[in-house]
């Protein structure tokens, strides 16, 4: 601030004609007491030592202080004392360095400028560079100040609203946190623990250089390499930089202000040492004393301090001193004199050559100018926002601690600006990005077919194996499931379309159903033209005579309908399926229980029984009732509760089948049936022992008990099978019923009416019923 007060008065042409700017320094040592104490001495009017005090008769305003403007302070916890008490003498306050958010309000320190970003951007900014590097999980360490807490919060907030990024935990530790005490070396084991402990893929660090300080020496004593991120507090600091083992405590990346070197400071500095001194300067001689047998080359390899030693003391090179310069704390303090230099010319309306208004001027007038200023200083265009902050952005910085330097080289990596642009390189992006699992065994990307999700460690997700039918591509990316008609790899990589399932003309089981199928069609339309032609012999009339058209027309009917069960099932096909099974059986079995009636009562000789077994011996009656019980059954099953197409959709393939609709008239039907042919097998058994040339009782018997046996084993498979064998199934049991009765009740009486003629004749019935009787002992009469 010297130099830059020094040049304005020096400076060719003046930028001030005929106006010298003084100044008075005060150290506040960082405290808030002693900041107080500076102010209020700096607001005197020196004309008037107790001028600052209010005057027992209350005025309106303050006296007009000889002070005009303020720079600092630095640590944004002193900034706000100091900005509300020099707000009550409307003086101008500029800080180099204090970037808390808080002083942006303006309502609470109307008179507080800045030539540092605020902590808004600083805050936006690192949050940037996580989502950039794609860290996922971050741990935040903060103070209990201005500074400190605000940006902190701040920083949890932001991260709060990005969903993909986690703050693992937040640690505020006391202002005073580098003070030597109890608590402090608690707090601070109790921080090592916690950062040694999580998964935080950056540790952000938003305290003061002496907080950090203590922080860092933690991090070097117990080997954490870590990577951290620091605020603009302690992203330049030479004294951590400095410190041995630095290099222990891991990568740092940091923000700052935009850098430049304040044009001629640097020779100002060394020329300091040519035996012109003032009290500061002094005052580090006595500390520091200048090296005197310094080799050249150790000056120009080795410039710190705490390496160059000269008995018991640190001596100091004035070559390297320049080396020491804050680009950013001194070129931030030249930009202060420079805002208010400028706002003194537009103040005092001046030129090179003059200015028009006299120097007698308030602090208020500078403020207002001040605040108007919109210039540029070198390369840097420099105005203040409505909140009296600037847009001057962060350069973002990288501590290089490579074994081939001495000393850490605090490097700019790239840039960050107001409106949210951030520059990086490229490859250092790659880099960052491509990493798989982290040191801290936290997977950030994951192989295909896994996702990032939290599982025991807080913040930490683990790849996690996507669940049957979801797929991830990969790198952490969320599972989604596939759609309903897919299901996925075994990898959960990729989708495949599910088999859809149906019985096809193409499946060998089908192919021999459908054999079995069409032989049946064709056998019972041969019995049909057989039974025709022979409808007048006794042979017919013994099977029922003209029920056994209906007999056949109703296994006909079987036959026909189990071709309904190959293709993709219709909502046609579901209905005729087992309820048009159920009608055309049952049609059979009545005729087939009629017919057995009519050979009880031609054999009953029991006078009691015969008189009411003859009057069930009405065929058209018994067909009737018997079947009419099944079709009435059937018809309010397929009008109230008809089977229909359905899907079940499993997890690879995709089945067309037919729902029965109500499980319990299933039942009834098959129930009734089954109640049909067990009857049927009674009579037939009953009648086992009459003189039946034909033995339709007993094959009556065998096709009964065949049906009974088939369905009852039909129950619990068709229950347990699932899929397209389930129908085939079905479809096998109709046949095999069919062919039961086919086979053991009507075959047999072709053979006899084709191959066996002799015996389709009364004389051959009339002497096989003579024989029966008496080999019975029973005199037969003939008629």
Known sequence: MIYAIREINQRTPRALPNLTLGYDIYDTCGDVNFAIRATLQLLKNQSDPQSCVVPATFQSALAEPQTKAVIGEAYSEVSIAVARVVALSSVAQISYYSTSELLSRKFKFPTFLRTVSSDEYQTKAIAKLVAEFNWKT????????????????????????????????????????????????????????????????????????????????????????????????????????????????????????????????????????????????????????????????????????????????????????????????????????????????????????????????????????????????????????????????????????????????????????????????????????????????????????????????????????????????????????????????????????????????????????????????????????????????????????YLCFLELFSLLACFCLTFSYVGKPTTASCMVRLPLFGIAFSLCISCILANLLQILVGFNFDLKLGSWIKKLNKPIAVVTIVFGIQLALCVSWLCFYPPRPCRVVSSRTILHQCEIGSTALLIAMLGYNGLLALICFLFAFKGRQLPDLYKNARLISISMLLFLIVWLFFIPIHLKLVGKDKQAIECAAILISSYSILGCHLAPKCHIMVFRKELNNENAITAYIKKHYEQRGMTVVKS
């Open 138 to 545: 971050v741990a935040i360490v903060g103070s209990n100040d201005a500074y400190g807490k605000y940006g902190s919060d701040k920083l949890v907030d932001i991260f709060s609203n990005m969903k993909d990024v986690c703050v693992e935990f937040t640690v505020i530790l006391p202002d005073d946190f580098s003070q030597s005490h109890f608590e402090c070396h608690t707090r601070l084991a109790k921080l090592v623990s916690r950062i040694n402990e999580s998964s935080a893929e950056a540790v952000i660090v938003f305290t003061k250089e002496s907080n950090v300080a203590v922080i860092m020496k933690a991090a070097i004593k117990y080997n954490l390499n870590r990577t951290w991120i620091a605020s603009d507090a302690w992203s330049t600091s030479t004294t951590v930089s400095a410190l041995s083992g630095i290099e222990m405590a891991g990568e740092i990346f940091g923000f700052t202000s935009k850098r430049n070197d304040v044009p001629g400071f640097k020779d100002y500095v060394i020329s300091r040492f040519d035996g012109t001194t003032n009290s500061i300067l002094e005052h580090y001689f006595t500390h520091y004393p200048l090296c005197s047998n310094q080799s050249e080359a150790n000056r120009e390899s080795d410039c710190s301090l705490t390496n160059s030693q000269q008995g018991s003391k640190r001596c100091l090179d004035p070559t390297c001193l320049a080396n020491y310069i804050e680009k950013d704390l001194s070129y931030n303090i030249y930009l202060a004199v420079q805002v208010i230099v400028e706002g003194l010319r537009r103040l005092l309306k001046c030129d090179n050559h003059r200015c028009e208004r006299s120097a007698k001027f308030t602090a208020l007038e500078l403020l207002m100018e001040i605040k108007k200023v919109n210039f540029t200083v070198n390369t840097t265009h420099i105005f203040f926002d409505q909140n009296g902050d600037p847009s001057l952005g962060y350069e973002i910085v990288y501590w290089n601690m490579t074994e081939s330097k001495k000393r850490t080289h605090i490097e700019t990596i790239g840039e960050y600006w107001p409106d949210g642009k951030i520059k990086l390189p490229d490859d250092l992006v790659r880099k960052m990005r491509n990493v798989t699992v982290t040191v801290y065994n936290c997977s950030k990307t994951c192989k295909p077919g896994q996702q990032l999700k939290l599982q025991s460690k807080l913040c930490c997700d683990d790849c996690v194996p996507c669940a049957d039918g979801e797929i991830s591509a990969g790198n952490g990316k969320e599972c989604t499931r596939c759609r309903s008609e897919q299901y996925s790899s075994p990898q959960k990589d990729k989708c495949f379309n599910k088999t859809v399932e149906f019985l096809r003309w193409r499946d060998h089981f089908i192919i021999f159903l459908s054999s079995m199928e069409v032989f049946g069609i064709i056998v019972t339309i041969m019995f049909a033209i057989v039974f025709t032609i022979y409808r007048s012999t006794p042979i017919v009339k013994a099977v029922g005579g």
